[in-house]
DNA sequence: CGCTAGCACTCCATCCTACAGAGTGCCAAG
DNA sequence: CTTGGCACTCTGTAGGATGGAGTGCTAGCG
C-alpha cells in the first residue's frame, strides 16, 4: 500500500486538484459536520451548511458523484452519506483550515510549557497527559534514547558482598545504571581502583565507543572489567531505547461506540513497541496523518494517527503522537500536536547539550 | 462508613454464621453461576446446581428470604437473582474455596518469577503485566519508596557551566538524581569537593537524616551546599514516593457492558495518586477484599478491589491491587494476586538488604 | 411442620406490523 | 446545468401479541 505524500500546497487558497470547487465544498460540508455528529449525513445538511446556494437534488447527485469517486460511503440506501478513508484524507489535505480554535491551543500549550519545570522525563509524562486532555485523544510522547550523548561521570558503586551497581551519567543529565552480580567477593580498592578506570576511560566517549575499548589494566581490575562486560552492553542498549508515555488511553473509550474496538485499541496502546513501530512507519513515511487503513495495522484501522517529529539537532528522533476515531478533529488535534513537538523539541535541545542549558529549572 | 472485618474462620469447615447452611448453598450457586454467566439466576437454575434435592418452591421461598436479609436482589419482579455486595462479601468470607485453579495460578505465577531478572522496576512492572493476563482483570503494583534505605554513595556531577547533577545512590541499589542549577558558575574543583563533602556527609545516613545535618566546611563548598538543600529535599521526596504500576487496563473494557462505566474507571486507574490510596485504605481497614461500596469510591462502586500487602522486614510497605468488576473470579483473583505478593515481597527482601542479597541477577 | 405441586401473575424479550421521517435516485421542465 | 417533484427505500420507533422465565402464594401431602 503506497503511501500518497502530503504535499503542502504554497499558499494558494483551497486549489483542489482531483475534485471540483463544489465537490470538495460539499466533502467539507460532510466531513465537517459527521465529525461533529457522527450521524450519517443527507444532503439537506449539506445545503445548509456549504454556503453554494444549491438545491439538494444538485447536491444528492454531487455526493452520489463523490461516493463513486470513494470519498464517502453510504452505511445502506437511503441513509445519509459517511466519509472514506479517501475523503478525510482529501479533508485533511486541501480543506482542514487553521481555524481559529488552533490559536487557543497554542496558547494552552506554551502556557503549559511555560510553567513545567522539572526533570526532562516528568516533563514528557505530563506533556502526553497535558495533550491528551486538550484533545481528548489519547497522545503518545515517544521520547529519543541516550545514545548519542557521551559519558560524563561512570562508577561502580558496591552494594554488598558480591553487588555492584554499574552507574553513568551523560552529558544530557539522564543516568543510566544496572546491577551486577561480581561472581566473587571483591575488595572496595579494587572496585575503586576500577571506578576511576571507568571514568578515565569512558568519560567522554559516547556509550557505543566505550563497548569496543580495549584497555590493559591491572590484574585485579581486568578481573572484574570482564564481569562489567554484559552489564555495559544492556547498559548502552537501554541507553539507545526510546521512552515511551502514553497520555489518557481511558479518553479513547468514549470515542468509538463498539466496546470491542474499544478493547482492542486500548490493548495495542499498552504494547508499546507496536506504537513506537507504529508512529515510526507513519513518519517514515512522511505523512503527518494517517488514517484508517493507510498505516496497515488492521485492529487500528478505525483510528487515526497523527504524528509530529521531535527534532533535535535537525534531525528528528521521537516523536509526538495522537491515536483518536478516524472522525478526528484534523485541525485541532495536529495544531496541539505540532504545538507540543515544537516545544518539547526546544526542551530537549536545551537540555542535550548541557553548556547551553538556557531553560534549566530552580525551585524547591 | 466504617469497614467490617475480614474475620477469618479459623478452619472450620463452611461455618456460615449469619446464613443456615441451605441458604449459604444457595446463595453460593447464586453467586458462582451469575460471576459465570452475568445474567440474573433463578430458582430452578439453583436447584440444578446445588446439589440439595429440593424443588424449586422451596428454593424460591429460601431466595426470597436472601433477598429480604440483603444478600441478593432483583433487576425486577420475576426476573432471577443478582448478589448484592452483601452477598459477595459473605460468598468471599465464607464460602469461596480455595479451588482447583489456584494450584494452577500459583504454579504459573513462581515460574514466572523463577525465570524473570534483572532490575527491580523492570520486575515490578512486568509483574503487574503479567498478573493482569493472568486474572483478565486490571492489575496494579504499588511499590514503597525508598525512604527507608541509607546512603551508598553522594555525589554532584557537572552538566555545564552552571548545571549540575545531585546523584545519590542507595543501599537497595535505587538511584536518585536531580538536577540543580547552580546559580553562577563553580569551578570543577569546587564540585569535587563538594561532592566528597557529600559522600563523607551522607554516607551511611537515611536521607530523611541527611536533610537535618549541619556542618561547616570551606566557604565555596558551603556556598553551593546552599543550593543543593531544596533539590535535596525533592530528592527525598521523590525516594520516599511510591512507585505504581498499573497493568492491563485494557481488561476491564469487555469486563462492563457500559461504555460509560469503562471510560470511568479507565480514567480512575490514569490517577496513580487515587489508586495508591484506595489500595492503602482498603489495606489499612483490614480487608483484603473491598466490593462494591465497601471501599466508599463511588465511581468504583461497580467494581470490586482485591489488595494484598507487600511486606518487607515484617512491615507492610506497598501493596499488589487487582480491578474488576463485582461479579470477579474471587478465588482465582485472591490467589494469584496474593501469589505475586508473596513472591514480590521475597524479591524486595533480597534487593533491600544489600548483604543478604541471595537472588541477585548475572546474565548478559 | 417442612416440603412441594400447582396456579395465577408479572415482566421481559421477541416478533410483527404500521408508520413517520430522513434520505435517495431519477426525470421532466425551466 | 439546475431544480422541483415524485416514487422509492430503509431505519427507527411505537403498539400490540405472544411465549418464556421467573416469581409469590396456597393448599395438600408425608
Wanted: some cysteine; hydrophobic content about 45%; charged content about 20%.
Amino acid at each position: 500500500m503506497p503511501s500518497r505524500r502530503n504535499r503542502a500546497p504554497i499558499s494558494t487558497d483551497l486549489p483542489p486538484v482531483d475534485l471540483g470547487d463544489r465537490q470538495a465544498a460539499i466533502l467539507e460540508a460532510v466531513v465537517t459536520r459527521y465529525i461533529g455528529t457522527a450521524q450519517p449525513v443527507g444532503s439537506s445538511h449539506v445545503a445548509e451548511a456549504a454556503e453554494l446556494n444549491l438545491s439538494t437534488a444538485t447536491i444528492r447527485t454531487e455526493m452520489a458523484q463523490l461516493e463513486h469517486e470513494g470519498y464517502l460511503t453510504q452505511p445502506h440506501t437511503s441513509a445519509g452519506r459517511i466519509p472514506t478513508d479517501k475523503g478525510y484524507r482529501f479533508f485533511v489535505d486541501h480543506l482542514a483550515k487553521p481555524g481559529i480554535a488552533d490559536a487557543s491551543q497554542r496558547r494552552k500549550v506554551s502556557s503549559f510549557f511555560k510553567a513545567i519545570e522539572g526533570e526532562m522525563e516528568d516533563v514528557l509524562e505530563r506533556s502526553s497527559a497535558m495533550l491528551a486532555d486538550l484533545t481528548q485523544y489519547a497522545a503518545v510522547v515517544v521520547a529519543p534514547g541516550h545514545g548519542t550523548s557521551t559519558v560524563r561521570s561512570a562508577q561502580l558503586v558496591s552494594l554488598g558482598a558480591t553487588a555492584a551497581l554499574l552507574l553513568v551519567v551523560l552529558t544530557d543529565g539522564s543516568v543510566e545504571k544496572v546491577t551486577v552480580d561480581l561472581g566473587a567477593s571483591v575488595e572496595e580498592a579494587t572496585i575503586e581502583a576500577v571506578s576511576r578506570h571507568l571514568q578515565a576511560t569512558l568519560g567522554g566517549k559516547s556509550l557505543h565507543e566505550a563497548l569496543e575499548l580495549e584497555a590493559h589494566p591491572a590484574p585485579e581490575v581486568a578481573a572484574v572489567l570482564a564481569t562489567l562486560e554484559a552489564p555495559l552492553r544492556s547498559l548502552c542498549a537501554e541507553a539507545d531505547a526510546e521512552q515511551v508515555f502514553v497520555g489518557g488511553p481511558s479518553k479513547l473509550a468514549s470515542a468509538f461506540d463498539a466496546v470491542e474496538t474499544v478493547r482492542e485499541v486500548l490493548s495495542i496502546l499498552e504494547q508499546q513497541l507496536v506504537v513506537v513501530s507504529l508512529l515510526r512507519d507513519v513518519l517514515e513515511s512522511g505523512l503527518s496523518v494517517a488514517i484508517g487503513h493507510e498505516h496497515g495495522y488492521e485492529p487500528l484501522s478505525s483510528c487515526a494517527v497523527i504524528v509530529a517529529p521531535l527534532s533535535v539537532d535537525g534531525t528528528t528522533s521521537g516523536a509526538v503522537g495522537l491515536l483518536g476515531p478516524t472522525r478526528m478533529q484534523y485541525p485541532a488535534a495536529l495544531a496541539a500536536a505540532t504545538a507540543v513537538s515544537e516545544e518539547l523539541s526546544d526542551r530537549l535541545a536545551g537540555a542535550g547539550s548541557g553548556s547551553t542549558s538556557t531553560k534549566v529549572r530552580h525551585r524547591g
